[in-house]
């Protein structure tokens, strides 16, 4: 019971988190308790989730945001305040992802009641330019002191994607970070609300029992009533999706773990970690989740089909009885969720249609590094197709999405600041298979500079090195 000489609503919210906090999967995951007079049901009394945004607040238990910079990275970031240091930085912790970072701008952005600046926002990146900007000491000349780590890979991936985003300004160009163009306007603007994005997931397409493919940029759509947590912001969107496919939908997400393909990382099925975003590596680490079994390309799915989809041995990366085979039989719709500004990324399918296809510029490789589940070492062999290193082999799948959308085989809805793109796996397959009859080369940008005489391997290393570094004489040409 609540303490009598105290705020009763306060007392109570007080003890629901600590009733409930054990049972959730962080301590900072109940981010607010709010008390209302009633709860919008369904005519079976199911409480309407996508309504409940809409209700009148008769008490909140939401406190502002700390302004201390400290106090701030562990609320936004759930990391613990020892861990905390100097040097932190984006992608110097995993907790430091693209997501985590968007809320940090926004954080930032709530505590000074304004729009950070760009030299801000590329401050914003160590945890030196955090603090400095909100004791106020910051000015444009401590862009040049800004450090970034050249030799991290994650950290350098995660800013290009910030830039992208149009989140960070494009003076990072001038650092050595590749920048890609982008299509959208920033991760800022108005309330993403649990309603708008339910909706916008069921004009594109998504229906209840439906089996979904999702690829995910959960950063690039804005804020949401979520609010800056970056839990809380997970959840608001697995909600979301779950509310679309109801209960006797699957949700199905890619959980590459790329690490072991490019520096022979052991992989782990149960704790290697997905590099394809925060929402995969969240929808990865959810209670029921099945995750398959392949190093590289491993897909995770949550519902009642997630061991038809994952389930069992999955030695070829894009193969018949790969994840990607059995959401092809499943005719699992294929969506993309604010990836707009990648026009080439988001749609792993493709790769099963260019293998189940044999398009000229792949092959099978052969992996052999450790693979284990539930502590056993999974023999193998794994293989996986890939394209030919070189010779000029750039993806442009904007083309094929466009196709789709132009014929009427694929939505394009817009939420928040991006959009949703959304096909079936049969419309994908049969549209992609009559492109390539015409041109096997129609997922790329140009068709590969393949040079006569020589047959492509790995690329200009090992063995093969002298081949590719050769003259080729007029003869040959």
Known sequence: MPNPTSDPADATSNAVVRTITGLLPSAQALKEVRFVADLPRSSVGKVLKGRLSELEVLYSSYRDLPRDPRLLVSEILHVPLIEIHEDMALGSTRRWDSLAHVSLICAAETLLGRQLQEFEMLALTTFRGLKRLLEGTLSPLDIASVELDAENREQRDLIALMVW???????LENRGIDIKHSVVNGARGNTLTSRELTQALRSAGLCVGDTLLLHADVSSLGLTEAGHDREAILAFHLD??????????????????????????????EESPSRLGSLSEYVRTRPGAVRSIH??????ALGPAAEDICGGSHYDGFGYDSPWGR?????????????GHYPEM????????????????????????PVTAA????????????????????Y????????LVERGLARLVPVGN?????????????FAVQELQHNRYYFLKNAPNFRPGEVPMDGATGKMQYVYDRPITEQER
């Not at 190093?295 to 995770?300: A, E, F, L, N």
């Not at 096909?423 to 049969?430: K, L, Q, S």
């Open 346 to 369: 988001g749609m792993t399918f493709l790769h099963y249609v260019e293998h189940a296809y044999g398009v000229p510029y792949q092959y099978n490789k052969i992996y052999t590094a």
């Open 240 to 269: 979301c999706l779950r509310q679309a496919i109801g209960e006797s939908g699957t949700l199905a997400m890619c959980t590459s773990f790329e690490d072991y393909g490019r520096y022979g990382t052991p992989f782990i099925l």
């Open 375 to 394: 502590k056993k070492i999974i023999p193998g062999p794994f293989t996986m197709s890939v394209r030919y290193l070189d010779f000029g082999i750039t």
């Open 418 to 430: 991006n959009s949703i793109f959304c096909t079936t796996a049969n419309e994908a397959m049969t």
């Open 396 to 403: 442009d799948t904007n083309r094929f999405k466009n196709g």
């Open 165 to 171: 985003n149009r989140i960070l300004p494009g003076a």
């Open 327 to 339: 959401l092809h039989r499943a005719n699992a719709k294929l969506m993309t969720l604010g990836m």
């Open 295 to 300: 190093p590289i390309v491993s897909v995770t």
